[in-house]
């Protein structure tokens, strides 16, 4: 059978390696994929954008595609599980309603106030004064969230006014008001985050190992933010009863919300956890795919089929269902464009892979190609260095060795990555 991913990513290189170890899978096709799936085992890159359904659907067709998998946000947004479905083709991820979840903060928010779900309080705009009016009424630090898709960088937690004025300002910079909400703004959350992921059949919840992403560009949480500058698992935070409460009172009352409300929801359910002092759980943010970098070190982890689970979630028979983890914990280190987030340099030839397999880990592309037989920089986060370990710190051990292994250009990347689960 043949497997398609939708991506180009280092979430996508690592669906797609954990997809090839299906012994019935003969063959994963990636669209468009990176110069790290064209080097992985029975994975083949095809030059069809994420967002073109048309050309999705031409391609599975073609190809005989028996499952297609959605990596990134854009192609859920656009309704490409809604135009399989109407094709009469097997696509994994939530319908386009269902995806507003991560394409609409206004829609997430309302939707958490509607059930019940504990989360910051927020107030949403669709002009600039009333949201400078806010700001000033409540003081920073404070949050701020463009409110549609961002990959990941369209939040600015503003601990003065001056920053949060400026962020408001940036967002209405982009275009005049027109009515539309345009930005949500929320109360500053103290405590400690985490990554809870989910597969979802749209009645059933089978949580992933637990995660914890770093945000900020540089060492000790400092920095502009970005897509994402490393992950681990598991996350200690996410203990036995912070487990339960993210269930009880988030992942589930999610799944009756959307179902209720007409969107029943499968596929991967990110829900990113601010956790306070007492371990209770409240929402930041909902993804509606799995996390990047998160999913490389989680998967690293995954012995259960994810072919079988993707399916199962399809067809609604995840209830009877066990995932399986290796116990040993991940750390994942993202290497990054020199100047990332802002102005970056690409082209940049990379060395180093065969050096960092040997030491143990495992390199997953984010924004590679291949060009004179090279592997080159094509993005800002690049490539994202897995190791697995008896310890946090052995698995830390072994990604680091793997960064240290590898050379391009003015790469960076921090050096703290999993530090939180060090210090318990």
Same mark, same amino acid.
Request: hydrophobic fraction near 45%.
């Given at each position: 059978?043949?497997?398609?991913?939708?991506?180009?990513?280092?979430?996508?290189?690592?669906?797609?390696?954990?997809?090839?170890?299906?012994?019935?899978?003969?063959?994963?096709?990636?669209?468009?994929?990176?110069?790290?799936?064209?080097?992985?085992?029975?994975?083949?890159?095809?030059?069809?954008?994420?967002?073109?359904?048309?050309?999705?659907?031409?391609?599975?067709?073609?190809?005989?595609?028996?499952?297609?998998?959605?990596?990134?946000?854009?192609?859920?947004?656009?309704?490409?599980?809604?135009?399989?479905?109407?094709?009469?083709?097997?696509?994994?991820?939530?319908?386009?309603?269902?995806?507003?979840?991560?394409?609409?903060?206004?829609?997430?928010?309302?939707?958490?106030?509607?059930?019940? /779900?504990?989360?910051?309080?927020?107030?949403?705009? @669709? !002009?600039? #004064? %009333?949201?400078?009016?806010?700001?000033? $009424?409540?003081?920073?630090?404070?949050?701020?969230?463009?409110?549609?898709?961002?990959?990941?960088?369209?939040?600015?937690?503003?601990?003065?006014?001056?920053?949060?004025?400026?962020?408001?300002?940036?967002?209405?910079?982009?275009?005049?008001?027109?009515?539309?909400?345009?930005?949500?703004?929320?109360?500053?959350?103290?405590?400690?985050?985490?990554?809870?992921?989910?597969?979802?059949?749209?009645?059933?919840?089978?949580?992933?190992?637990?995660?914890?992403?770093?945000?900020?560009?540089?060492?000790?949480?400092?920095?502009?933010?970005?897509?994402?500058?490393?992950?681990?698992?598991?996350?200690?935070?996410?203990?036995?009863?912070?487990?339960?409460?993210?269930?009880?009172?988030? /992942?589930?009352?999610?799944?009756?919300?959307?179902? @209720? !409300?007409? #969107? %029943?929801?499968?596929?991967?359910?990110? $829900?990113?956890?601010?956790?306070?002092?007492?371990?209770?759980?409240?929402?930041?943010?909902?993804?509606?795919?799995?996390?990047?970098?998160?999913?490389?070190?989680?998967?690293?982890?995954?012995?259960?089929?994810?072919?079988?689970?993707?399916?199962?979630?399809?067809?609604?028979?995840?209830?009877?269902?066990?995932?399986?983890?290796?116990?040993?914990?991940?750390?994942?280190?993202?290497?990054?464009?020199?100047?990332?987030?802002?102005?970056?340099?690409?082209?940049?030839?990379?060395?180093?892979?065969?050096?960092?397999?040997?030491?143990?880990?495992?390199?997953?592309?984010?924004?590679?190609?291949?060009?004179?037989?090279?592997?080159?920089?094509?993005?800002?986060?690049?490539?994202?260095?897995?190791?697995?370990?008896?310890?946090?710190? @052995?698995?830390? #051990?072994?990604?680091?060795?793997?960064?240290? $292994?590898?050379?391009?250009?003015?790469?960076?990347?921090?050096?703290?990555?999993?530090?939180?689960?060090?210090?318990?």
């Amino acid at each position: 059978m043949k497997v398609l991913v939708i991506g180009s990513g280092g979430r996508e290189h690592a669906l797609a390696w954990k997809v090839a170890q299906n012994a019935l899978v003969s063959e994963v096709l990636v669209a468009p994929g990176n110069a790290g799936t064209a080097r992985e085992a029975k994975v083949r890159n095809v030059t069809v954008g994420t967002t073109d359904l048309d050309a999705l659907v031409e391609l599975v067709r073609e190809e005989d595609v028996v499952l297609t998998i959605v990596g990134p946000e854009a192609p859920l947004a656009a309704g490409v599980v809604d135009r399989f479905k109407k094709e009469g083709l097997r696509c994994f991820g939530p319908t386009q309603k269902a995806a507003q979840l991560e394409s609409s903060k206004s829609f997430a928010k309302a939707f958490l106030t509607r059930h019940n /779900i504990p989360t910051a309080a927020w107030s949403a705009f @669709a !002009e600039p #004064a %009333p949201a400078h009016a806010y700001i000033d $009424a409540n003081g920073a630090p404070i949050v701020i969230k463009a409110d549609g898709l961002a990959a990941g960088k369209g939040v600015v937690v503003a601990m003065t006014l001056d920053v949060a004025h400026r962020a408001v300002d940036d967002v209405f910079s982009l275009a005049p008001p027109d009515g539309s909400v345009r930005l949500v703004i929320e109360e500053f959350m103290a405590g400690e985050e985490a990554s809870f992921i989910c597969v979802c059949d749209g009645v059933t919840a089978l949580p992933f190992a637990s995660s914890q992403d770093h945000k900020t560009r540089d060492d000790g949480d400092k920095g502009p933010n970005t897509g994402g500058m490393g992950a681990y698992s598991p996350a200690p935070v996410v203990d036995v009863d912070v487990h339960t409460k993210t269930m009880e009172r988030i /992942i589930l009352p999610t799944l009756r919300g959307m179902a @209720a !409300e007409g #969107a %029943p929801f499968t596929g991967f359910l990110y $829900a990113g956890l601010m956790i306070d002092a007492e371990g209770n759980p409240r929402v930041v943010e909902f993804n509606c795919r799995f996390g990047d970098p998160e999913a490389q070190p989680v998967l690293s982890r995954l012995v259960s089929d994810l072919v079988e689970i993707c399916e199962r979630a399809i067809d609604g028979r995840l209830a009877n269902l066990e995932l399986a983890f290796d116990p040993r914990p991940a750390v994942g280190v993202v290497m990054a464009a020199g100047g990332y987030p802002d102005k970056y340099p690409s082209g940049d030839v990379i060395t180093g892979f065969d050096t960092a397999t040997a030491l143990g880990a495992k390199v997953f592309h984010a924004s590679t190609a291949l060009k004179d037989g090279n592997v080159i920089t094509a993005g800002g986060r690049v490539l994202c260095v897995v190791g697995l370990g008896d310890s946090v710190a @052995a698995a830390q #051990a072994v990604a680091y060795a793997g960064v240290s $292994a590898i050379h391009f250009n003015k790469a960076h990347w921090r050096r703290d990555i999993a530090y939180r689960a060090l210090n318990r």
